[in-house]
């Protein structure tokens, strides 16, 4: 695919838009985040990793587009933490799952409109688990802590100071810097 098509999908999508606005704004495909054992998270679709997704434009849906990724990293992240803060306070809990899910508005992504924003509309986080060794009052107060505790949370909720640097030439040979997170 060249410039020439991507152009053109970008054209034909912001007419389709233009034409039937309601369209626009659908539910994304939810990130699922469960536990194997420990802290090793296993994060999919709802039958899998994605594969079948619808194809934006200039794509295939050969693969997770990356506001599913951005899901997949806050179900991850909250079911992690809740893992972490259940063994710091002695609880267990069975068959744990973070679902995130979301709804979208291709209209701002493709800037046909101020009003609208680029991201997501609205998340929700649902944590389910089967059963607990404690009472769902201790339950809820670790899962609530997860999710303020919750790296990836803190970054959408809050509004985090960015800056964006533009380099010309060839990319550097220098490993990226990894932190915690």
Same mark, same amino acid.
């Given at each position: 695919?060249?410039?020439?098509?991507? %152009?053109?999908?970008?054209?034909? =999508?912001? +007419?389709?838009?233009?034409?039937?606005?309601?369209?626009?704004?659908?539910?994304?495909? @939810?990130?699922?985040?469960?536990?194997?054992?420990?802290?090793?998270?296993?994060?999919?679709?709802?039958?899998?990793? @994605? %594969?079948?997704?619808?194809?934006?434009? $200039?794509?295939?849906?050969?693969?997770?587009?990356? $506001?599913?990724?951005?899901?997949?990293?806050?179900?991850?992240?909250? =079911?992690?933490?809740?893992?972490?803060?259940?063994? +710091?306070? *002695?609880?267990?809990?069975?068959?744990?799952?973070?679902?995130? *899910?979301?709804?979208?508005?291709?209209?701002?992504?493709? $800037?046909?409109? @101020?009003?609208?924003?680029?991201?997501?509309? *609205?998340?929700?986080?649902?944590?389910?688990?089967?059963?607990?060794?404690?009472?769902?009052?201790?339950?809820? +107060?670790?899962?609530?802590?997860?999710?303020?505790?919750?790296?990836?949370?803190?970054?959408?909720?809050?509004?985090?100071?960015?800056?964006?640097?533009?380099?010309?030439?060839?990319?550097?040979? *220098?490993?990226?810097?990894?932190?915690?997170?």
């Amino acid at each position: 695919m060249d410039q020439q098509d991507i %152009k053109a999908g970008v054209e034909r =999508a912001r +007419e389709y838009l233009h034409n039937l606005p309601a369209l626009a704004r659908y539910h994304d495909t @939810p990130a699922r985040a469960t536990i194997e054992r420990d802290l090793l998270v296993r994060v999919s679709g709802p039958g899998g990793i @994605p %594969k079948d997704m619808v194809a934006g434009i $200039g794509d295939s849906a050969s693969v997770p587009s990356p $506001g599913w990724y951005l899901r997949a990293a806050l179900a991850s992240s909250v =079911a992690m933490f809740i893992a972490m803060r259940s063994a +710091e306070m *002695e609880l267990s809990l069975e068959g744990l799952e973070v679902l995130v *899910e979301a709804e979208s508005d291709d209209r701002g992504a493709l $800037g046909m409109s @101020p009003e609208i924003p680029a991201g997501p509309l *609205e998340m929700t986080i649902i944590v389910r688990y089967a059963s607990s060794n404690r009472d769902d009052a201790a339950t809820r +107060e670790v899962i609530d802590w997860a999710i303020m505790h919750s790296t990836v949370r803190d970054a959408i909720a809050r509004e985090v100071p960015m800056s964006v640097a533009v380099e010309h030439g060839t990319p550097a040979d *220098e490993p990226m810097h990894t932190g915690a997170g």
